[in-house]
Structure formats: structure tokens, C-alpha cells
């Protein structure tokens, strides 16, 4: 596919399923890959065709919705993130909870892609925090709309590509290399970690959460109404004093959102009212 044809069928399809445009720039061309797939699936020649096709199939639209669920992620993505969540944020999470009388953490990973944040957060957890708040347990559930990225999460067998920003020494402790040359997360660390297929969309689960990762999902790739309904939905299910992060360069959109930065720069926002937070 050419560049501008793709371009061109992009621009005008992603305000349709309620995406936008400058959020699949750089990624774009992982979506014509999928959309080509498509095309020889259906059997049909040019993006043209795949246009019209849409036209007289409205189902196709959710077919197309699929196609641009952009899957990349890495473990300890943003380091500096990972870092200020094990100074700052956790710790005061655990102390407020411990205050509470709480002894979960609860944490929801929205879009936890092929499970690499998720881990991530269970690896940072339990090789430096664990320890220090052996009262606390760490609870994470893992969302994501793609049933493919759940099943690749659940089979937690990695690329060294995807580990290539952790700490050497939690790559040593936290996994078993396979004799293919991958690496397999120990059941320690997926133990604290449960997967459903939801879509942030439609659904959202039961219970509140002390920390909400939604990074390079909503603010990314949904347009401004979606992107706010969205955050309305997550602030709903932030137990009081908790914290969200997002991906390093996204923005929470206008309004009051009954949010205080914790850090701007680190794109971490925690639920009002502050005066809850244990310093
Ligand atoms: C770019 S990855 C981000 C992964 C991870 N959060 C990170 O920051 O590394 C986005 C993930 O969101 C998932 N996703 C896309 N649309 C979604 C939706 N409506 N609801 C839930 N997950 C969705 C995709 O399948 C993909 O796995």
C-alpha cells in the first residue's frame, strides 16, 4: 500500500471508530500491515476496494476497529516512571493503605498489551518494595480488548528485545531463559497478576484501584470526547487519595477532573481530596 493511499484511508476512517490521526503518525505503518492482510483475506486488490467495501459491509467497521489496536510495549517502558512509582508513589500508597487498615494494593494496567507493564509493575513490587511493606500485598489486574495480546501475556515468554530497558539484575532474577533464547517471567511475579479481555470502551471492572497505568491507549490514540468519557470512567473506579499514570508525553484532557498533579513531568495525577495522603 502506498503511503498516501494509506494516509488518505487513515485520516478518513480513524473519526469514524472515534480515533485520531496524530496518534497513528508514527505507528501508521503497522496498520497497513494489518489493513493488507485484510485486503488478501477479503481478496480484494487496493485500499479503494477496501473503502467501498466498508460502504456496503457496515460490520467491516469492526473488523477495521481491530486492525488498529497498535500492540507495542516493552518491560520498565519510561524508566523514569517506573523509578518515581518505586520512590514516591508506592510507597505512599502502601503507607495510606496501611492507614486505611488496607493490606491490598489493588492496580489495573489498561491496554497491558502482551503483559510487559503489567510484570513490569509485579517485578518492581516484589525485587524492591515487598520488603520494606511485607503487610501489603500487590493485586494487578490486566486489561485488554485483544485476545491475541491476552494470550501472549499469559504466555509471558519474551523477546531480550522487550527486556532490553530493565534492570539487568531483575532480568536475572525475574526470569527463566528458554532454550529458544527467551525469556520466561518465574511464576512468582505472574502470580500477583490476573488478565481479562475487556474493552475500556464498553466495559470496566467491579472494584476501585490505589493505581491506574493507562498509558499509550486513550490519550494516545481516542479522540477528545472518547478520551474524556474515558477518564471520567477510570476517575470512577480510583480509590480516593490513588493515583493514574500516564505515557510520557500524553495529556489529560480539559476540565476538571477532580485530578492533582503528584508529577507533571512523570505524567502521574492522583484523586482528590490530597489532604487523605499519608506524607
Ligand atoms: C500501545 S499498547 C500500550 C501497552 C502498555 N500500556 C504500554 O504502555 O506499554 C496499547 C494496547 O491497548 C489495547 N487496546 C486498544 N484499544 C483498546 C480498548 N478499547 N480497550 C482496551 N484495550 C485496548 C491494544 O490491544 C494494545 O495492547
Not at 527463566?176 to 517471567?185: A, K, L, Q
Not at 474493552?199 to 490514540?221: G, S, V
Request: proline letters at 6%; glycine letters at 6%.
Amino acid at each position: 500500500m502506498k503511503d498516501a493511499e494509506g494516509v488518505q484511508f487513515l485520516q478518513g476512517c480513524l473519526p469514524k471508530l472515534g480515533l485520531v490521526w496524530p496518534g497513528y503518525r508514527k505507528v501508521r505503518r503497522q496498520v497497513y500491515k494489518q489493513i493488507q492482510r485484510r485486503l488478501e483475506s477479503l481478496s480484494l486488490s487496493t485500499v479503494a476496494d477496501y473503502q467501498r467495501y466498508l460502504e456496503t459491509h457496515p460490520e467491516e467497521w469492526t473488523v477495521l476497529d481491530s486492525l488498529c489496536w497498535i500492540s507495542i510495549s516493552r518491560f520498565y517502558r519510561d524508566k523514569a516512571v517506573f523509578e518515581f512509582l518505586e520512590q514516591e508513589v508506592l510507597p505512599s500508597l502502601a503507607r495510606q493503605a496501611l492507614a486505611e487498615g488496607g493490606s491490598t494494593l489493588r492496580c489495573w494496567s489498561i491496554g497491558c498489551a502482551g503483559g510487559e507493564e503489567p510484570y513490569s509493575l509485579s517485578l518492581l513490587w516484589k525485587l524492591t518494595l515487598e520488603a520494606r511493606f511485607p503487610a501489603i500485598r500487590l493485586a494487578i489486574l490486566a486489561t485488554d480488548v485483544d485476545d491475541q495480546a491476552i494470550a501472549r501475556a499469559q504466555r509471558a515468554c519474551y523477546t531480550p528485545s522487550s527486556l532490553k530497558d530493565l534492570p539487568e539484575s531483575w532480568r536475572m532474577k525475574g526470569f527463566d531463559r528458554t532454550s529458544e533464547g527467551f525469556w520466561m517471567i518465574k511464576p512468582e511475579f505472574r502470580e500477583p497478576v490476573t488478565f481479562l479481555k475487556q474493552d475500556i470502551r464498553q466495559a470496566l471492572p467491579e472494584e476501585t484501584f490505589h493505581l491506574i497505568l493507562c498509558r499509550y491507549l486513550a490519550f494516545t490514540y481516542f479522540e477528545g470526547p472518547l478520551q474524556s468519557k474515558t477518564l471520567r470512567d477510570v476517575i470512577a473506579r480510583m480509590h480516593v487519595g490513588g493515583a493514574i499514570v500516564l505515557g510520557k508525553n500524553e495529556r489529560l484532557p480539559d476540565g476538571d477532573a477532580g485530578l492533582i498533579p503528584w508529577s507533571e513531568k512523570e505524567g502521574v495525577y492522583r484523586r482528590a481530596p490530597a489532604a487523605l495522603m499519608v506524607p
